[in-house]
């Protein structure tokens, strides 16, 4: 990518809902699967949540999968006893 890309950060409920709006919007997952070239039984698992999105799912869509840790307060465990 670009630095003047356009980056949208979603969760993955957002993405997925998305994805379910794009399908509508193309009047169905079998349309909207032959517009983006990708197979219409993987993409309709995947707006249901069942499966994650491929490789080519999210070529095709420019995107990429991140996954982040989120760590809390964590105590001092240098002063812990064991």
Known sequence: MDSDDLV???TEAEFLE???IAAK???????????????SSNLAKVIRGERRPGAQLLERL????????VLGAV???RTANP
């Open 62 to 69: 420019r995107a990429r999968e991140e996954r982040f840790y």
């Open 8 to 10: 949208i950060r979603l």
């Open 18 to 20: 998305r994805l379910s």
């Open 75 to 77: 105590k001092d465990d």
């Open 25 to 39: 919007r193309a009047s169905g997952v079998n349309e909207l699967a032959r517009r983006w070239g990708v197979d």
